[in-house]
């Protein structure tokens, strides 16, 4: 089963669509505006709200935890690391492999694949392109990617913020 995220469409203030193979919306997913911490509530085509990702404010290093159906599944934590990006899945046995900053990774657990995304070119835009081998991973599957590009756009958004202010300054 493959799933599609358009490229840039973390918007904290609107809602974004996920779609399927057919360019359909599959889930929608709402991000909270007044909220201490990132939130995003996954929501399916009916409307009914299926997970939701939520950031721990206070920690050292990014962490956000995972809530499917109303309990907490698992916790993603970003680890430091001098020259690579590396994630842990606490409360799964599941493993992230890959380039974060290239959107090139892949998600398996002791059986093998659970996951692959890649950035890909589409008919409606620049996309990221979740291939999930189980369809009842699903919903985690796309937790575990919401989780790790709100890191990312964290970090880009910090990395813009200082060539601004460099570029301000001279």
Known sequence: MKLYMKQKVFSWRERFFVKDEGGNDRYSIVGEIFSIGRKLHVNDNNGTQVANVHQKVISLMPRFFVEVDGREVCEIVK????????????????HLDGNFIGREYS?????GPIMTITKKMLSWGDSYELDISKPDDEVLCLCVVLAIECVLQ??????TNV????????
């Open 163 to 170: 060539i601004e202010v460099n570029s301000q300054r001279k």
């Open 79 to 94: 680890e430091l690391k001098l020259f690579k990006q590396s994630y842990r899945i606490e409360g799964l046995d599941w």
């Open 107 to 111: 998600l398996h657990d002791k059986d």
């Open 154 to 159: 964290e970090q880009e958004e910090a990395e």
